[in-house]
Every structure is written in C-alpha cells, then in structure tokens.
C-alpha cells in the first residue's frame, strides 16, 4: 500500500514538474505581447478599432457656461467668449453692455442651468439623425467640468462643475448612459490646457498644472465614463513630452478600462497632428485627400461649435450641403463629426433638430453606401471641364463644395458629378443631384454578374456597357416619387472602379441587362 502511493506520488510529482516547465516559459511572453510602451513608436503601431472607420457620422457637443451669453462675432468661436474679454474690443463691449462692469466669466456657471435638458431625448436625436457616435466637451479650455470633477472646483477655488454649480448634475454621466441606450459609442472631448487655471498661467508651474491637474483629471473621467473615443485638445503650447503624452496614452492603451475599444485623435502635444494618433483631425476644412490614414473633419453647422446667438441662416450650411460634404468626405476615407451647440437651458436650436433630422432621413435611404464602406479606385467621377484646386490643411481650409458639384460643368469649370464609396464587390456611385434619363459612369470595371439598383427603389435597371463606361437607365420618377433628396445611390454588385483612365479590359466588350429581357 505504501510503495504503491510513494510510486504514484513520483509519477505526479514528474507530470507537475513538466507542465511547470512548458506553462512557466510562456507567461512573460504572453505579458510582454500585451502592453503599449510609452514613446510614439509603440503607439502608432495599435490597430485603430475598426468600429470608428465604419461608423462614419458622429454628433460634436461643445456646452458649457459660454451657452449663457451664446455670443461671438459671427464668424468666430462663441466658446472662446472668456478668453476674449478684455482683449476682443467688441467681445468687451457687448459683455459690459450686457453683464455689467463686476460681472465675471465665473458668474455665468450658476445660469447655466440645464433646466430642460433631456438626455434621453438628445440621444434619440442622434439616433434618428443617423449619427454612429456621440462626443460632447468633458471640458472646454475655461476648465468648467460637465462632471462632478474635484479638480476642477478646487483649481479654481469654487463651485467649478456642473454637480456643484448650475445644473447640480451629472451632465456627462446622463448623456453617456442615454447615448449606449440607444445603441451609439460614447466618446468625450477634453481640453489639455486651461487658459486661466493658477498652474497654467504660470509658465514655471506648467509642469505641476499637467501633474497635479491634467493627468489625474484625465484619469478620473476616463475611469468613470469609459469612453469609446477621446478628442483631445488645446495642445499647442507644449510638445507632447512635456503633456507627458506618450506615458498617459501608455496607460490608457494597458490599464484604463477603455483600452480595448476607445481611439483617440493627433492632438496630444505641439508637434503631433497628422503625425501621431490613432486617426488625424480637420477643422472646418476638407479632410484629407485620400484614406492611407484614419481621419475625421470636425465642424459646426454654422460657424461656431458653441452656440452664437450673433448667427444668421445664411451662417449655417443647408441640409443639402451637409449630405453632400458627408458623402464625399466619406468617398476620400474620412468621417464626419458635426458639432451642435445646445443653449443653456438644455435644449438643441430646431435649425439644428432639422439639419440633424434631414441627415438621418437621407442615411435611412443611403445609409448603405457610408457605413462600414472604403474608398474605391477613386473618391469621385468629374465632368469635363478645368478642375478646381483643393487644399488640404489641419485647420480652416477654404472648402464650398456646392461650388463643385452637380451634373454638368459650372462656367467651363468641371464639378463632381458622383462620389464613389466600395463594400467588398459592391460599388456604390452617390449622384449629387439627379443624372436625369442616363447616368454615365467612366472606368468601371463590372462583370456578367453585376446588377444596378437604385437605393430605396425596387427593382433592377437596365444598363448597357460601352467599353470601360457603364451607361445606367435611370427610373422616370414625378416630382414626390424620389426615395430622397439631395443625393441619390446607384448600387453596382460585382463591380470596381480603377483610378481614372486606368481601368481593366471587361469581361464583355457591351452587353445589355434589362430587368425584362427581350424574348425571340
């Protein structure tokens, strides 16, 4: 009995010894895979999570106390309204004129009070809208926080968050839990830099302002709210080394709860956009020319992200041209996040309800050929004539893109004609405006197979091929018949376009496809 258990004993004694030796090895290499280090190197090379590059619309949301005057020269930047005050001879005047001479920037937090704000009924709104993500300002660069940060109001040495002051609430908690209830990604914007907080003002304590404030406050809002994506901000005074950048991305890519889904944007220090990050940002530019990276525009209805009571209709960009900018953003790789300003009292301005409202009827029609799509051979089809310049810049790039649209050349100068999105073999064509009896399409390559619809119309059209060109049929509809307005999608199954003049030989030279074909 005896020799019998010590037998066993040595033969589980040798198994336990082997599978230490085989298991022990692999935890550091496993643990050593995982983490991110904290230099630029290393954190360039994370994938993006690919729910950004599908999701393609999302909804901006700058809100703060600035929403209490709500006014800037039209033109400008209504959230910038503090930074203004005594420097901006009109910004003075108006707030003299109107606050009187003792009444400080701080003095409005206590009327910004949120009384009709719902956020279950904004994020219906972004639903409806067609929106896939949502990200409002945490905190803009007047410090004041939409959560109950203690940093803030200690920095300040007053009641300085939206729990203590104001509202007395949880803006930032209500919109989250509202937004993932209706099924969107939550993401919040965030300032680096606060123009009057006591360390920032100091040039010789800016190293305690971002160790003592930036960073734990960072780290707060990301560990209470979990974002899917962080817009930073307000960078340009320091390089990323001394915003210890790299080492706080480090810890959100390892540590932080959000460090499997959340991306984050190229604003991280004075030297890092359209350098590092995980996707590059435009402002109230043209995005960037084509997809070899992640890229976002980000822009206001009007011309301001907060709201500018000062703004005309004539400010603010028709339902039209949002469609529009959308899809040919989309057809050069990139996304749109579209700002509102909501005022004080928590409500959204109806001119924006509408232009939210008019994106999401023509997503529920169009919708197919923007999410989840690529750029395909090229972003758009011109018509003949001389084709404007475009620049591409980080910042205020000019960008009238009804100057450069339509079905036909606008004074000898060519317009786009049709914005090209792919999915796979299917290539969607996005007409800005209606092609009328025949819609042309140059350099497309589309075999026996292919099938032409029309998004939001039943059936199949006919087409003929005319060697590289596909000549579409187009349905004669009456003046209410339309599926939408503003753009309409052709949908070509098993089909691509190469880069222009540069297409494959067809399979068929011409041939003909008919939803009824002719019998003999």
Not at 11 to 34: E, F, H, K, M, R
Not at 88 to 103: L, M, P, Q, S, V
Not at 324 to 346: E, H, K
């Amino acid at each position: 009995m005896s020799t019998f258990f010590h037998k066993h004993m040595r033969t589980l004694s040798l198994l336990s010894a082997i599978i230490s030796a085989v298991i022990i090895p692999l935890a550091p290499v496993a643990q050593a895979a995982a983490p991110y280090d904290a230099n630029w190197a290393s954190l360039d090379k994370r994938p993006l999570p690919g729910w950004f590059q599908d999701a393609k619309f999302g909804i901006f949301i700058h809100w703060g106390p600035y929403s209490v005057p709500a006014w800037a020269k039209r033109g400008t930047y209504a959230e910038s309204y503090w930074n203004r005050l005594g420097k901006d001879a009109a910004a003075t005047a108006f707030h003299k004129k109107n606050y009187g001479e003792n009444f400080s920037y701080m003095d409005f937090a206590p009327r910004f009070t949120a009384e009709l704000f719902d956020a279950k009924e904004w994020a219906a709104l972004f639903k409806r809208a067609g929106a896939r993500y949502v990200v409002p300002t945490s905190k803009h660069h007047d410090g004041f926080a939409l959560w109950p940060s203690e940093h803030a109001s200690s920095a300040y040495g007053r009641p300085w968050n939206a729990v203590e002051t104001g509202p007395k609430r949880d803006l930032l908690g209500e919109l989250a839990a509202a937004t993932r209830a209706q099924g969107l990604k939550f993401g919040f914007y965030i300032s680096l830099h606060e123009w009057f907080h006591p360390l920032w003002k100091d040039p010789k304590a800016r190293k305690r302002f971002v160790n003592e404030h930036y960073i734990p406050q960072f780290k707060d809002v990301v560990t209470r709210y979990q974002p899917s994506l962080i817009f930073g901000d307000g960078e340009w005074d320091m390089p990323s080394k001394d915003w210890k950048s790299e080492e706080l991305l480090a810890w959100l890519y390892n540590e932080s709860p959000s460090k499997e889904d959340v991306v984050v944007n190229d604003r991280w220090g004075k030297e890092t956009r359209h350098r590092h990050g995980g996707y590059y940002t435009t402002e109230y530019g043209a995005g960037l020319q084509d997809g070899a990276h992640a890229w976002e525009e980000n822009r206001g209805i009007a011309y301001s992200f907060g709201l500018n009571r000062a703004e005309r209709i004539g400010d603010y960009k028709t339902s039209r041209e949002l469609v529009l900018v959308l899809a040919d953003l989309v057809s050069r790789g990139g996304n749109l996040l579209l700002n509102i300003g909501p005022a004080a009292d928590g409500t959204i301005p109806p001119i924006m309800e509408e232009r939210l409202l008019d994106i999401g009827a023509w997503l529920d029609v169009n919708g197919e050929a923007i999410y989840g799509t690529r750029p395909a051979g090229r972003p758009c089809q011109w018509t003949e004539g001389k084709r404007p310049k475009q620049q591409y810049s980080h910042y205020k790039a000019k960008y009238n893109l009804l100057d450069t649209v339509g079905q036909k050349p606008k004074g000898g100068n060519a317009v786009k004609q049709v914005f090209y999105t792919q999915k796979g073999s299917t290539l969607y064509a996005i007409c800005a405006g209606w092609p009328e009896a025949q819609l042309i399409l140059r350099d497309v390559d589309a075999g026996d197979s292919a099938t032409v619809t029309l998004l939001g119309s039943p059936g199949e059209l006919s087409y003929t091929r005319d060697g590289a060109a596909l000549k579409i049929k187009t349905p004669a509809f009456g003046p209410d018949d339309a599926p939408c307005k503003y753009a309409y999608t052709f949908k070509i199954t098993n089909a691509h376009i190469a880069p222009e003049g540069k297409t494959g030989t067809p399979k068929q030279n011409s041939g003909i496809r008919q939803d009824n074909p002719p019998t003999n």
